[in-house]
């Protein structure tokens, strides 16, 4: 396999492989970033971003293809104009012996987005988008309830989704850990442009007396 390209500066740290094990440095999570915010981005505007060369971001993006580590490509949807208004989370007790059906009879929902096995009280956590409140009702009560592998679930509706990233990154966490910058100190005396100098009662009393 052949080696990716490094940084057009060497300061990025040692390049991966093309194929599994890929190792992710600075640039590669930099591409991330940027793809996190445009996934149809090109190419020049993306090797702009990231301040490396054309040739440079086009292996790298390449790479993370090959790698595994970008698995596909999506859109992102307003399910409320879609017609999904009303989300909700429905927490499922699975019959331990039954994982298999569980499993066979969920992927047979379409309204099903997503399904996690989880620790806790309850085993598996669904999420589902729907029209309204009556077909959460009629999922819970008359598809989920008749499944053997069912023990028993809890709903919660969503009322409000507050945020929701397409993913994150090692990076981010770096990034909210820097102090913030300070502004510069200003000498005594100056005054910036655009700016208001107060002067102080005692300073500028003996000025006013002299008067």
Request: proline residues 4%; glycine residues 8%; contains cysteine.
């Amino acid at each position: 396999m052949s080696e990716i390209s490094r940084n057009d500066g060497g300061a990025a740290g040692a390049p991966g492989r093309i194929g599994i094990g890929l190792e992710l440095d600075a640039v590669h999570m930099k591409i991330l970033e940027v793809l996190r915010e445009n996934g149809r981005i090109s190419v020049s505007a993306l090797a702009e971003r990231v301040g490396i060369s054309r040739a440079n971001a086009y292996t790298r993006f390449e790479a993370l293809r090959a790698d595994g580590a970008i698995k596909r490509f999506t859109a992102e949807i307003d399910h409320v104009r879609a017609g999904l208004g009303i989300t909700a989370l429905i927490f499922v007790t699975v019959r331990q012996q039954m994982w298999k059906q569980f499993r066979a009879e969920l992927a047979r929902m379409p309204e099903v987005e997503y399904c996690a096995i989880t620790t806790g009280q309850h085993d598996a956590m669904i999420q589902v988008r729907v029209s309204d409140v009556a077909a959460v009702h009629t999922m819970v009560t008359d598809r989920l309830a008749n499944i053997p592998a069912v023990k028993a679930t809890e709903t919660v509706f969503i009322l409000d989704e507050v945020l929701r990233r397409p993913y994150v990154l090692p990076s981010d966490r770096d990034k909210a850990a820097r102090p913030a910058r300070r502004p510069a100190q200003e000498a005594p005396g100056e005054v910036p442009l655009g700016k208001m100098r107060f002067v102080g009662a005692a300073e500028g009393r003996a000025a006013l007396q002299r008067d």
